[in-house]
């Protein structure tokens, strides 16, 4: 018999935890109260929630953003003219013209416009001016900054 379809794991294994990533954690101000909020949210669903699986699925949940806002470094937008933590930028790449922000891991979203700082485009832009060419690897290409403003 074929291994493909057994199940590994017993019905009542709490779930696996969350992955924390190394490095700074970096947050906008808008980041950090999603996080409370997140913490918030978990905790009144704790007070609720009777299915034993669900409850463990949220407390693995809120260690992770009780992590999160630990480990938070709050950085406000800086007004400089260079592309930064927070700066909103609109460039240019392979013949479309792009807006985002650039913000925290847990706040990218880009579908809203907002990218993680860890992000290719973001690394790759960082520092830049408006008017700068970025010559990035492939499949980023060439990046025109065109725009730089704050949030």
């Not at 937008?77 to 392979?94: C, H, L, M, N, Y």
């Not at 700082?117 to 060439?142: H, M, T």
Request: glycine residues 8%; proline residues 6%.
């Amino acid at each position: 018999m074929s291994r493909a379809f057994v199940k590994e794991t017993a019905e009542s294994a709490p779930p696996p935890e969350r992955m924390v990533e190394d490095g700074p954690n970096l947050v906008t101000p808008e980041g950090l109260a999603q996080i409370d909020a997140h913490i918030a949210r978990i905790e009144a669903s704790m007070k609720t929630e009777a299915n034993v699986l669900l409850r463990e699925t949220l407390a693995r949940d809120l260690r992770y953003w009780e992590i999160r806002k630990a480990s938070a470094e709050v950085v406000h937008p800086s007004a400089e003219d260079t592309v930064s933590f927070g700066s909103s930028v609109t460039i240019t790449r392979k013949g479309r013209t792009q807006t985002f922000r650039i913000v925290g891991v847990d706040e990218a979203d880009a579908s809203k416009g907002l990218i993680s700082f860890r992000s290719p485009v973001a690394q790759a832009i960082l520092g830049a001016r408006a008017g700068d060419l970025i010559e990035a690897g492939e499949p980023l290409g060439e990046i025109g900054v065109v725009r730089i403003a704050g949030p």
